[in-house]
């Protein structure tokens, strides 16, 4: 399977992941079925795959809950390997399963997921926001009338040497007018385009001197303060950076796994299924027509 059909697994194999058991520390024993013993380590196990059923319960009481759901389990299993069910042949596939994907679990949490570093999630974060294109902004403040008149009466005011907060706390029909028009700083495309042709054509501690008419009044414009457009600060978007690198490391992962094994599909059709994905997502315009029969 091609790199990018791999990449477009990742995010639903990520998404297993993070339904992964929390592996506990703590081997006290909270319960008894049978001659089997029920530790707090696999009460915790439990409760990362049975929690949501109870997550409405209080703590103490959701608890108690998944262990007496526990208890269900272990009942009924002692039951069924008494009648020798586990030697069935869909029951051993769905043990095997079971086993791999808990094995496949482990090997992420320990070779990716807990392996990526504040230090690696910093290095990303630079490195993405050097590759961002500069863009500009602007701080800026504006006075919102209803009418072209007070608009011009609010200019003649500027004009006479008034200060734009003051105007704008007393004029301002807009929900900034109580902190004297204040905007913030906002890039292009972040305002209606009569306002932003306005806003960016001013320099810093210019105001328009005509009135600029939107569809939510007549403006007054003031630029307070021009730079580069800021990126969100690391804190932010930590999370956000550490499931793009927890992607990419698990896809390298599989790459690595599948590469080392070699991955045959025996079955015709799904092998031409799977090549007329690959097709796809590299947008190759006939795969669609190649890929019609296979699918029927």
Do not use: C, W
Not at 126 to 141: F, G, L, S, Y
Not at 276 to 294: S, W
Request: charged share 30%; aromatic share 6%; net charge negative.
């Amino acid at each position: 399977m091609s790199f990018v059909l791999r990449s477009a697994l990742a995010t639903v194999a990520l998404a297993v992941l993070a339904a992964a058991p929390v592996r506990a520390a703590e081997g006290d024993v909270v319960a008894k079925i049978g001659n089997q013993s029920i530790t707090e380590r696999e009460l915790a196990i439990a409760a990362s795959g049975l929690g949501t059923q109870f997550e409405q319960l209080p703590p103490e009481q959701r608890k108690l809950a998944v262990l007496s759901a526990l208890i269900d389990i272990k009942a009924l299993a002692q039951e069924a390997q008494k009648e020798k069910l586990q030697d069935r042949p869909d029951v051993k596939a769905e043990i095997a399963f079971q086993r791999e994907r808990a094995l496949h679990n482990a090997f992420f949490a320990k070779n990716g997921a807990t392996a990526v570093s504040d230090e690696e999630l910093k290095a990303r974060y630079d490195k993405e926001v050097a590759a961002i294109p500069k863009a500009e902004e602007i701080h800026a403040r504006h006075i919102l009338v209803k009418t072209k008149e007070e608009a011009e009466a609010a200019i003649k005011e500027l004009d006479g040497g008034a200060d734009f907060m003051t105007v704008a706390k007393e004029k301002s029909g807009g929900p900034s007018g109580p902190e004297g028009g204040d905007l913030g700083f906002f890039g292009r495309g972040q305002m209606v385009p009569e306002f932003e042709k306005a806003a960016f054509a001013l320099k810093p501690g210019e105001y328009t001197k005509t009135p600029v008419q939107t569809q939510f009044g007549f403006h007054v414009i003031r630029v307070e303060e021009k730079r580069d457009q800021q990126p969100p600060a690391f804190d932010q978007v930590k999370e956000q950076v550490r499931q793009v690198v927890m992607r990419e490391r698990y896809v390298n992962l599989v790459r690595g796994a599948r590469e080392a094994l070699k991955v045959e599909y025996v079955d015709p059709a799904m092998k031409a299924q799977v090549e007329t994905f690959e097709k796809q997502l590299q947008g190759d315009p006939a795969a669609g027509e190649a890929g019609a029969p296979a699918a029927q």
